[in-house]
């Protein structure tokens, strides 16, 4: 920042009496705020994860019994099929975007994003994309070819659902591709003085290494999503056999960007709980540099790895070695980031809060995800398991066991910040051990049918899997239940909850040094930073300003590493100051 | 909100901070070009994805183009492809003009990348329409009318852009050589298109 644009930060008057107070109105309409569009991402992305849910509920049903006895294999398979697109591209992605537009000004100490009004724009993407995906449901044609869209079976099959899934995911992944740049712009641009790449909070490196995968792999589905619908709509043929095509190809061009894609889902988790476990074990972060180059390492690998979806598409012997090789070293950043958690966990002094049960349920279950992945890059053993429900556990121990629990876990640290009010800990509690108990009991015994052969995406399925499918089923009402002690906690807490103050829980990172909820520019004065972001009990730390400061920003909050040491132009004139 | 206490005079800087809520979001001039440069970024990987799968079908093809396949006129396209580099050295002058505060010069400069632009296109539209081959011959009839005309596409947003800059440029100093962005952002999107339409002729007509 230049000399001018700090004058012009410390000169900002104060905009808030009522400290970041808005109408509910605010949130139903175009607004360029990023704490705004935050809260509207995270909302609008909840709703959608609730419809997810709904059909998956619908689909477990389905499985509960050998038999199709309660929807038709068509419902069937646009179910499946929707409750995976609307889980990735409506639910975990922007999800991921909306603690992202929330917290990287706020972590950096800017007012804004860089492009506010493309930020509102990437964000009003979402719900006709949305809108336009479930309303396939109506038009009575949904898309049924299974997430991946697969042709030459995406062409042949419902002609309409496959346009309208086509048109949501470009729309969603053009969205996303806006957001990433508004977050690549930001955080290389607008961090505070003082704050280099190395003081930035993890949060921000993960989002940092998550925009830059985006940028690089979303474009490359939209080209053969481009593609595709030419094939669908104008009667070419590239991905279709019949006509000279190459179904393979769709295939790389997806996974291009599908791999990618769950390190786009699974990054700013792994970064919101590099920020939940040291501020509630109450100790430097372990590995600060190993977090945050770990984050450019998984980018980078899991741009080269695509193929290890296709080892029973064909492709040649000596591609699958490398494409196994490439995938099992993703195992190591991955590793150093859980060993480092494990580390600032150790000797803490831990405090059992929901958002820190969240983010040790994440580390967890997400272990568990990641050594089934490492099974399943071997080749020989994804051949064995390659479409069968051993797949389907995997995937489901690391996008929920590993990213919904990451977005539960960051929504109840941000809770105060967001909201200005603290959540029921007793309810978040309930909503932990329920969704753990739904989670475990709905996805480990996939493990067991996959090993044992059952396919995935069948509506139909040999008898002796039944009792495993029923208990399957059970872990997955469990699951729909849990969302209920959350959602009534959260809209209660929101409108009556204790007032949260600016940092309920001692922590050091900017966005904590503000009013909670944030004033419309976010901060008052220009803070000045004078620790790393993690410095728990370290001595610059414990000697900073007195605790239950009225007016944190000014002065620094609890434990502060922030003082709001007065620009001394500024200093010279006192009227500024007020 | 409070901005009305404050003195004018001492906020000179943050006149923007005017009384609605959404006044204080001015883009960033530096950030501008960046964020356009990063977005050019992702628009590659469309072309680099394009190109990836052409080379793909290419390579699984025993015959490339297939056989059948009426032989590319070269006269044409390759005027084309000088007249678009051109139009390149030529954007950049009025880039140069307008540093130089000549915003007559920018105009003219301006008018004349549009008008090849326009150009190109028009030849584009003229090779569509005496081409042999239709959207549906072959695997490569589909490839080279979908990258050109992707390609197509992007040269339309580009004229429009230089035109709509041209359009605001009749308020007097609505630019000037502190104040260029539209100016420039147009010039880096063109100097791209023209990158990336060097590529795709190579691959289509060359190769």
């Given amino acids: 920042m230049t000399q001018a644009q700090l004058q012009e930060t410390a000169n900002t008057p104060a905009l808030n009496e009522e400290p970041g107070i808005r109408k509910w109105q605010d949130y139903f309409g175009f607004n360029t705020d990023h704490k705004v569009i935050g809260i509207q991402y995270l909302v609008t992305t909840f709703i959608f994860y609730c419809m997810g849910g709904v059909m998956a509920d619908l689909v477990r049903t389905e499985l509960r019994t050998p038999e199709t006895d309660f929807v038709t294999p068509e419902v069937y398979n646009s179910l499946f099929t929707l409750h995976a697109t609307i889980m990735i591209f409506l639910w975990i992605v922007p999800a991921g975007a909306g603690f992202a537009n929330y917290l990287i000004p706020l972590m950096i100490g800017a007012k804004d994003m860089a492009f506010p009004r493309l930020n509102a724009v990437a964000f009003w993407m979402i719900p006709p994309a949305g809108i336009l995906l479930i309303s396939s449901l109506v038009v009575g044609d949904a898309p049924d070819a299974g997430w991946t869209s697969y042709p030459p079976l995406s062409l042949v099959t419902g002609q309409v659902g496959e346009g309208i899934w086509i048109m949501s995911v470009l729309l969603l992944g053009t969205s996303s591709i806006l957001g990433a740049i508004n977050f690549l712009v930001t955080l290389l641009k607008m961090r505070i003085p003082g704050m280099g790449f190395n003081q930035m909070p993890l949060f921000c490196w993960a989002m940092f290494a998550t925009s830059a995968l985006t940028l690089v792999s979303t474009p490359v589905l939209a080209a053969g999503l481009i593609l595709l619908s030419f094939d669908l709509i104008a009667g070419t043929t590239f991905f279709n056999p019949t006509g000279g095509g190459d179904p393979v190809v769709y295939q790389h061009m997806f996974w291009f960007y599908s791999h990618p894609a769950v390190y786009i889902m699974i990054l700013p988790f792994f970064g919101a709980i590099s920020e939940v476990i040291p501020v509630h074990s109450r100790k430097p972060v372990f590995g600060y540099k190993a977090i945050a180059y770990s984050s450019l390492a998984i980018s980078f690998l899991g741009l080269i790895v695509w193929a290890h979806h296709m080892f029973t598409s064909g492709i040649p012997g000596w591609l699958r070695m490398f494409f196994m090789i490439t995938t099992m070293i993703i195992a190591v950043p991955t590793g150093i980031k859980i060993f480092s958690w494990l580390a600032t966990m150790w000797g803490g002094k831990i405090r059992l809060t929901t958002a820190m049960l969240f983010a040790m349920g994440f580390v967890g279950t997400f272990v568990i995800g990641g050594i089934s992945g490492v099974m399943l890059a071997a080749v020989p053993f994804d051949i064995h398991v390659h479409d069968t429900y051993f797949v389907v556990a995997h995937l489901h121990y690391v996008l929920f066991g590993g990213s919904v629990l990451g977005i539960y876990s960051a929504i109840y640290h941000w809770f105060p910040k967001m909201t200005g009010r603290m959540i029921n800990e007793f309810w978040g509690k309930v909503h932990f051990t329920l969704t753990i108990v739904g989670l475990n009991m709905a996805f480990l015994p996939m493990h067991k049918l996959g090993m044992m052969g059952m396919n995935r995406r069948v509506a139909q399925y040999d008898p002796k899997f039944t009792t495993l499918n029923e208990i399957c089923t059970y872990g997955a009402y469990i699951l729909a239940i849990s969302t209920f002690p959350f959602i009534i906690n959260a809209i209660w807490s929101w409108m009556y909850g204790p007032k949260a103050g600016n940092n309920p829980w001692d922590a050091l990172t900017l966005e904590w040094m503000t009013t909670s909820p944030p004033a419309i520019e976010n901060f008052d004065k220009l803070p000045v930073l004078a620790t790393g972001p993690y410095d728990y009990g370290l001595e610059k730390a414990k000697e900073d300003v007195p605790l239950d400061d009225p007016n944190p920003v000014l002065s620094g909050g609890p434990n502060s590493v922030l003082r709001a040491e007065p620009d001394p132009k500024v200093a010279a004139n006192p009227e500024d100051r007020k | ?207």
């Fill in chain 2, 1 to 207: 909100m409070q901005s009305q206490t404050i003195d004018p005079a001492k906020t000179a800087l943050n006149h923007h901070h005017a009384a609605t809520t959404e006044a204080h979001h001015e883009e960033h001039p530096d950030h501008r070009i960046f964020g356009l440069i990063v977005f050019l970024i992702a628009e590659g990987m469309i072309f680099l994805g394009l190109f990836g799968a052409y080379l793909a079908f290419r390579a699984t093809l025993p015959a490339w183009p297939p056989e059948g396949t009426p032989e590319l006129e070269l006269l044409l396209p390759g005027v084309n492809t000088v007249n678009l580099i051109a139009s390149s050295f030529v954007m950049h002058n009025a880039d140069t003009a307008i540093k130089k505060n000549d915003a007559r010069g920018m105009r003219t400069w301006l008018a004349i990348t549009a008008a090849m632009g326009i150009i190109f296109l028009l030849g584009q539209v003229y090779e569509y329409t005496h081409l042999e081959f239709g959207l549906t011959t072959n695997l490569f009839a589909s490839a080279f009318y979908v990258l050109t005309g992707f390609h197509g596409l992007h040269v339309t947003i580009g004229v429009v852009a230089i035109l709509a800059v041209l359009w605001r440029s009749r308020t007097k100093d609505h630019y000037n050589s502190e104040k260029h962005f539209g100016i420039e952002a147009a010039e880096i999107y063109w100097h791209f298109v023209d990158v990336i339409w060097i590529i795709l002729f190579g691959l289509l007509y060359l190769l």
